[in-house]
């Protein structure tokens, strides 16, 4: 518990309106809010504090945001009334303590869309920082796996950004094996791998996915 | 006991043996029991899926035109039944599938999105299964009913019977 926070702010309490909780994480934190989102409260964060401000939202007494509920990329390419950045995050956090939401959003321009990964923090940014590289082509630094999700292995780009043909189709020559990742799962039960069948395989015979795992 | 041939005199009609046999064309034959025992490999991934086990249960009941006995396993079925979304991620696997099924094999293309790629006209959905596999039989709909679906196996049973084993060409030979 940070009792800077808790002190500052005795007043935080389950069910505050979304104009009385901006107020006072904008106290807290420095932040501005997004005129743009009128319905909700989306603060602008800025890449650097990333880490900082959500790893105070997380464990402050405070705060409690102890959910990452969703995590977006946005292409503002040929956005209407946008001039900013083209790409955006957005990190929507819920705490189940007093039932706050709150939205981070960071803006990067093109030629530099990497921002820190989440994964430390939130484990369930593993996936939704995976999706967002493979759609938008947000990277991630710092990511365990910075591989695509939804896409396959052999796709070229990131079919949601907006100067993506959305029809252009691209196939898939071989299937992704997901070996890997089901490997990593096997040893996080305490299994070892023995072999993964490259004798077999050296040999000529081409059964693959043949391994013995103890 | 050693086998005698009948002298030329002697004629079928003198051996008596009633309707004991018939005469027909082998491809009549072995028509009649490819149409007849199809077994389908189901490659269900969406509702077209569900609707398919609509008609292999009791309500549409597929068994009354033979097709009735769902493999699970490629290598024991002859008719690969597509019926959903299949993604550009998908379709290699679709594409083993359909290769590791023996010859002869059929291939029913279910619904909308099999078809066409239905309303998924975007960047990671297959337009259309023959771009992955040759086609037999398409089925329009959006999941189809029942009903196209068993006059697509119907229609399948009309096209096996045109075929010839002299005339069988082996996919991809």
């Not at chain 1, 650097?48 to 405070?62: C, N, W, Y």
């Not at chain 1, 209407?80 to 956090?93: A, E, K, Q, T």
């Not at chain 2, 991620?89 to 279910?110: F, G, H, N, T």
């Amino acid at each position: 518990m940070s009792s800077h926070a808790a002190a500052a702010y005795p007043a935080i309490k389950p069910g505050l309106s979304k104009d009385v909780l901006a107020e006072a994480l904008i106290a807290r934190f420095g932040l501005v809010r997004d005129a743009r989102d009128a319905w909700d409260l989306t603060l602008l964060a800025p890449r650097e504090r990333l880490i900082e401000v959500v790893t105070a939202l997380r464990d402050d007494a405070a705060w409690q945001f102890d959910t990452l509920i969703d995590l977006a990329g946005i292409d503002y390419l040929s956005y209407p009334g946008h001039d900013g950045p083209r790409f955006g995050v957005i990190y929507l956090f819920k705490s189940t303590v007093f039932n706050h939401r709150v939205k981070i959003k960071i803006l990067l321009e093109e030629d530099d869309v990497a921002v820190p990964t989440l994964t430390g923090l939130y484990k369930i940014a593993d996936w939704m920082e995976r999706e967002v590289f493979d759609q938008i082509g947000v990277t991630f630094t710092g990511h365990p796996n910075p591989k695509r999700l939804l896409n396959h292995h052999e796709f070229v780009g990131h079919p949601l950004r907006k100067d993506y043909p959305c029809q252009k189709r691209q196939k898939l020559s071989m299937n992704d094996p997901l070996i890997d990742q089901m490997e990593a799962r096997l040893a996080s039960f305490g299994y070892t791998v023995l072999d993964r069948g490259e004798a077999q395989i050296a040999a000529g015979i081409t059964v693959k996915g043949e391994g013995s795992v103890k | 006991m050693t086998f005698k041939p009948l002298p030329p005199s002697v004629t079928s009609a003198d051996l008596n043996l009633g309707d004991a046999f018939v005469t027909t064309r082998v491809d009549a034959v072995v028509n009649w029991g490819r149409r007849n025992s199809l077994w389908p490999f189901p490659f269900g991934t969406a509702c077209c899926g569900i609707e398919f086990m609509g008609v292999v249960s009791s309500m549409y009941d597929v068994s009354r035109f033979g097709a009735e006995l769902v493999r699970f396993s490629p290598r024991q079925a002859d008719l690969l039944i597509i019926a959903g979304t299949i993604t550009y991620k998908m379709a290699p696997v679709l594409q083993r599938i359909y290769d590791q099924m023996c010859e002869p094999k059929w291939v029913l293309s279910v619904g909308a999105c099999a078809t066409s790629g239905g309303f998924y006209d975007c960047y990671c959905t297959v337009p259309g299964m023959d771009e992955i596999v040759p086609v037999d039989m398409y089925v329009a709909g959006c999941p189809p009913r029942p009903e196209a679906f068993l006059e697509a196996i119907v229609s399948l049973q009309k096209k096996i019977d045109r075929e010839s084993m002299a005339e069988q060409k082996m996919v991809g030979a």
